[in-house]
C-alpha cells in the first residue's frame, strides 16, 4: 500500500499547478486524505483535508486559492493551485487514512504519507 504524489515544478507567481495524489495496493476502503507542505526552514502544515463525507477544510492561507477534490474510483487525490504566491513555495505531501488487511489477512487502519512533490513559486 503506497501514496504516489506528482504534479510539482516551477511556476511564476500568480500561475497554476494541479497536484495528483495515486493510492496503489490491496486497499479495501479509504476515509479522510489530506494535502500537507513543508517550507525550507519551517515545520509541516496542514494544507487542505477532504473527507470521506465529502467535507472540505482549507488553511486560511490558501482558501480561495486552492481546491481539494478526490476520485474514490481510482483512489486519487488532486489539488488545484490557483494564484499561487512565492510563499506556497513548498514540499507538498499527502497522506490518507486507509484500511486495509496486510499479506496474513490482518486488517490494519492506517495513514499512509506520499513521498512529496516540490513546488516552487517564483517571484
Known amino acids: 500500500v503506497q501514496l504516489q504524489a506528482s504534479g510539482g515544478g516551477l511556476v511564476r507567481a500568480g500561475g497554476s499547478l494541479r497536484l495528483s495524489c495515486v493510492a496503489s495496493g490491496s486497499i479495501t476502503s479509504i476515509s479522510a486524505m489530506s494535502w500537507n507542505r513543508q517550507a525550507p526552514g519551517k515545520q509541516r502544515e496542514l494544507v487542505a483535508t477532504?473527507?470521506?463525507?465529502?467535507?472540505?477544510n482549507y488553511a486560511d492561507s490558501v482558501k480561495g486559492r486552492f481546491t481539494i477534490s478526490r476520485d474514490m474510483a481510482n483512489y486519487t487525490l488532486y489539488l488545484q493551485m490557483n494564484s499561487l504566491e512565492p510563499e506556497d513555495t513548498a514540499v507538498y505531501y499527502c497522506n490518507a487514512d486507509l484500511f486495509y488487511y496486510t499479506y496474513d489477512g490482518t486488517p490494519v487502519v492506517s495513514r499512509v504519507w506520499g513521498q512529496g512533490t516540490l513546488v516552487t513559486v517564483s517571484s
Open positions: 477532504s473527507t470521506q463525507g465529502g467535507n472540505t
